[in-house]
């Protein structure tokens, strides 16, 4: 490591709600778990049972040495049929904040992280023409109860969700999926629309920082590949760094970098391929992803608030993290303004279509008893974080 990183540099690691907590059977995510058909490799059941074992996992994350915790609200708790809203779900999200200052940790809050309440799963979804409204009126009911975040995050990942429609065009068609490709620009309108009616409500009722957090990439152009590169990166990128340009600060989740051929993504070598996703190893991609974003917007405070790989060596993750840091280290010495740090993921937990398979955990969980397992990597995430980035002596 060549740290070390700014003073009060945050250190955390991230979960998000339906992936961990278990039992969401209000939402989206666990109606198209069950489809006739579905695309989902398993149903996320009781996932790491997180709505139960959350003082766990805080235990864990603070014992580790690591000051930051970042997760999401399951909205369809909260809301679980329209305009009704449930005080006791509110309150479990406002103990896990209080536990996490209780701990020394620094909570990191996502309103939506991928999932949505099926009533609106059938009256409109993320691009209805009432979700602005429905996103202000759910932002204004949560937004008393996030006043001891340190940041909140409005939707998560938007420019991957709006690419996703396009990859299940993609899929129906038979046409191979290189990489994230393009996202569908009437979804990414959508998304960046209720990004911004949440922030209205947050920044009227004097919430904490907010923001929202992209997939960052690092963009990279093969032989003849400059122009599409520059396109597509308008496209996946720009678009919502404009977008973000305004907010207090700007989150990127980074794991790989994005190959551009002049007939666009080209798909990784198979040997460069990581467990999840198809996905290529490419630790630095991180430094290259936060150098760009501060290229584009120098005056917005970043944070990483996810990276990680999927891998069952926990050594290489160790490596794959050293390596991402170095990178990160490199952005910030060149002048990036990067307030923290978040790893994905605090656990091996529900990686959304590809089920329990893929594991990007810094612990494991047994799927019978949901008993946590520290792994190496954890200890030595949380080194790094108490010696602020500086190599060990
Ligand atoms: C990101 C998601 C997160 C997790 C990681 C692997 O795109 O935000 O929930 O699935 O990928």
């Known amino acids: 490591m060549t740290g070390p990183f ?29 489809a006739e058909h579905s695309p989902f490799a398993e149903p996320s059941g009781d996932a790491c049972d997180s709505w139960h074992r959350w003082p766990e996992d805080l235990d864990l994350v603070a014992g580790a040495g690591l000051n930051t915790y970042r997760f999401s609200l399951e909205w369809s708790r909260i809301e679980p049929a329209e305009g009704e809203f449930s005080r006791a779900n509110l309150d479990h999200y406002r103990r896990i904040l209080d536990g996490c200052r209780d701990r020394g940790l620094t909570p990191i809050v996502t309103l939506v992280h991928f999932t ?9 979804g993320w691009t209805g023409a009432r979700t602005g409204d429905r996103i202000a009126r759910f932002t204004e009911y949560v937004a008393p109860a996030l006043r001891d975040a340190g940041y909140i995050a409005t939707i998560n990942e ?36 209720l990004h911004r009616r949440s922030t209205e409500v947050l920044r009227g009722a004097g919430s904490p920082p907010a923001g929202m957090t992209l997939v960052g990439r690092e963009h990279l152009a093969e032989d003849g590949g400059e ?33 551009f051929g002049p007939d666009g993504l080209v798909a990784p070598a198979p040997e460069l391929q990581t467990l999840a996703h ?14 760009r974003a501060a290229e584009v917007l ?80 954890l200890a030595w995430l949380g080194g790094v974080a108490r010696r602020n980035g500086r190599t060990a002596c």
């Open 227 to 259: 122009e599409r590169m520059r396109e597509e990166r308008a496209a996946f990128e720009d678009q919502f760094f404009t977008a973000a340009a305004d907010d207090d600060w700007l989150g990127l989740q980074v794991y790989t970098c994005a190959r």
């Open 158 to 193: 938007p420019n991957l969700m709006a690419a996703q429609p396009v990859m299940g065009a993609m899929a129906r068609r038979g046409e191979p999926i290189k990489g994230l490709p393009r996202p569908d620009q009437g979804v990414a309108d959508a998304l960046l629309e």
């Open 298 to 377: 120098p005056d917005l405070p970043l944070l990483v608030t996810e990276n990680g790989i999927a891998t069952a060596d926990d050594e290489d993750r160790i490596r794959f993290t050293d390596e991402a840091l170095r990178s990160l280290a490199g952005a910030i010495a060149d002048g990036a303004d990067v307030r923290g740090y978040v790893h994905w993921s605090l656990l091996d937990n529900f990686e959304w279509m590809l089920g329990y398979r893929p594991t990007f955990g810094l612990v494991s969980v047994d799927r019978q008893t949901f008993a946590r397992t520290p792994k190496p990597s």
């Open 116 to 124: 949505m309440p099926r009533w609106l799963l059938h009256d409109g």
């Open 278 to 291: 198809g996905m290529e190893r490419r630790p630095e991609a991180l430094g290259a992803a936060v150098r």
């Open 6 to 34: 700014p003073d009060g540099f945050l250190w955390g690691a991230a979960t998000a709600a339906h992936q961990v907590e278990g039992g969401n059977v209000n939402n989206d995510h666990w109606e198209l778990e069950h």
